[in-house]
C-alpha cells in the first residue's frame, strides 16, 4: 500500500510495510526463459531526499509514483522506463533499485534484475526484502555455486564496512562532529573540575567519531573492496587466458552469476567465483555493481 507524505515542500511516496509473497514453483524453468513468478512485495520507502532534486531536473517523486501505479497494473516495461528516468535525473537511492530489481524480474530478465538486487544491497546491506529477492533471482540462476568457507578478519571486516545503513552512518557522522567541538568548546571555556571532566568525552567521542567516518570514507569511495559484477549474458565462456581461442576455455558461467574482478587486461577481465574457479571473460559479458 502507498501513500503519499509532504517532506519540505515535496511529495514523496513511501509505502507500509508488507511481507514477500513467493508463488511455489514445481519446476525450474526453460534454459532461455524466466516466468514472472516469485515476486509480490510491497515496495518499499523509496528514500529519495528533497535534498539530492535537481531543480532544473524531472520531478523524481512524481515519476516514482508513474512507476508504482504501472507495476501494480502489470504495465513492468512502464515502470521500469519511470525509474530509470529517475536514475537519469541522477537520484538515486537503495528502494529504487530494488523497485528496478522487481521489474525486470518480472519481465524475466533474471541478468538485470540481480543486478540492481546487488545496487540495493550496497545502498541497504540489512534491508529483508532485498536480500530475500535478491536470494530467490540467485536461486533461479544456472549456476548453483557453493561458496568457499570463508576466513573470519574479511566476515568481520565486511560486518563492520556495513554495520549502519548509509544514511544513519552519515547522521553518526554530523552528530559525532557536531557533538566533538561542542566538547572542545566546553573545555576551553570552561574551568577547575569542569574542564577536567570534559577532556575524557572529548577524546572518547572524538575517537568515535574518526572510526565511523573512516566507515564512511571506505563505504563511499570502495577503500579495500574488492570489485564486483553480474554476468548479463545468457552464457559466456571462461578462458584460462585473455584470448578467444577455444582451447583455452576452462568453464562456462550463465547470466546472473556474481563474479569478483581481479584484473583488467584490454577488453578482458580477470574473474573469481565465490567457489574460487579463476578465469578470463570478455568485459562485454557482465555489468559493475
Same mark, same amino acid.
Given at each position: 500500500m502507498i501513500r503519499a507524505l509532504r517532506v519540505g515542500g515535496?511529495?514523496?511516496?513511501?509505502?507500509?510495510?508488507? +511481507?514477500?509473497?513467493?508463488?511455489?514453483?514445481?519446476?525450474?524453468? +526453460?534454459?532461455?526463459?524466466?516466468?514472472?513468478?516469485?515476486?509480490?512485495?510491497?515496495?518499499?520507502?523509496?528514500?529519495?531526499?528533497?535534498?539530492?532534486?535537481?531543480?532544473?531536473?524531472?520531478?523524481?517523486?512524481?515519476?516514482?509514483?508513474?512507476?508504482?501505479?504501472?507495476?501494480?497494473?502489470?504495465?513492468?516495461?512502464?515502470?521500469?522506463?519511470?525509474?530509470?528516468?529517475?536514475?537519469?535525473?541522477?537520484?538515486?537511492?537503495g528502494d529504487l533499485h530494488y523497485n528496478i530489481g522487481n521489474a525486470q524480474f518480472k519481465l524475466g530478465r533474471l541478468g538485470p534484475a540481480i543486478l540492481s538486487y546487488e545496487r540495493a544491497r550496497e545502498v541497504s546491506p540489512s534491508d529483508e526484502n532485498v536480500l530475500a529477492n535478491l536470494g530467490l533471482a540467485r536461486s533461479l540462476t544456472s549456476d548453483q555455486i557453493t561458496p568457499l568457507p570463508g576466513f573470519w578478519v574479511p566476515r568481520a571486516w565486511s560486518w563492520w564496512v556495513d554495520l549502519l545503513p548509509r544514511g544513519l552512518l552519515l547522521g553518526v557522522v554530523a552528530l559525532g562532529y557536531l557533538l566533538t567541538m561542542s566538547l572542545i568548546i566546553v573545555r576551553i571555556t570552561s574551568r577547575g573540575g569542569i574542564r577536567r571532566a570534559v577532556g575524557p568525552a572529548v577524546a572518547v567521542v572524538a575517537a568515535l567519531t574518526l572510526i565511523f567516518t573512516l566507515n564512511l570514507a571506505i563505504?563511499?569511495?570502495?577503500?579495500?573492496?574488492?570489485?564486483?559484477?553480474?554476468?548479463?549474458?545468457?552464457?559466456?565462456?571462461?578462458?584460462?587466458? +585473455?584470448?578467444?581461442? +577455444?582451447?583455452?576455455?576452462?568453464?562456462?558461467?550463465?547470466?546472473?552469476?556474481?563474479?569478483?574482478?581481479?584484473?583488467?587486461?584490454?577488453?578482458?577481465?580477470?574473474?573469481v567465483l565465490d567457489d574460487g574457479q579463476v578465469g578470463w571473460l570478455r568485459a562485454t559479458a557482465i555489468e559493475r555493481i
Open positions: 515535496l511529495t514523496l511516496l513511501v509505502s507500509l510495510p508488507g +511481507p514477500l509473497l513467493v508463488q511455489a514453483q514445481e519446476e525450474g524453468p +526453460p534454459a532461455d526463459t524466466l516466468p514472472a513468478i516469485g515476486i509480490e512485495a510491497t515496495l518499499p520507502d523509496p528514500g529519495l531526499s528533497a535534498t539530492l532534486v535537481d531543480p532544473g531536473s524531472i520531478d523524481p517523486a512524481e515519476r516514482f509514483q508513474s512507476g508504482n501505479s504501472l507495476y501494480q497494473v502489470g504495465d513492468f516495461e512502464g515502470a521500469l522506463a519511470a525509474y530509470q528516468q529517475i536514475l537519469d535525473a541522477g537520484v538515486e537511492s563505504r563511499q569511495f570502495g577503500l579495500g573492496r574488492s570489485d564486483f559484477g553480474v554476468v548479463m549474458v545468457v552464457e559466456t565462456p571462461v578462458q584460462s587466458a +585473455p584470448a578467444d581461442d +577455444p582451447g583455452l576455455q576452462l568453464f562456462s558461467i550463465h547470466e546472473g552469476t556474481r563474479v569478483r574482478i581481479d584484473r583488467v587486461s584490454d577488453g578482458w577481465l580477470e574473474i
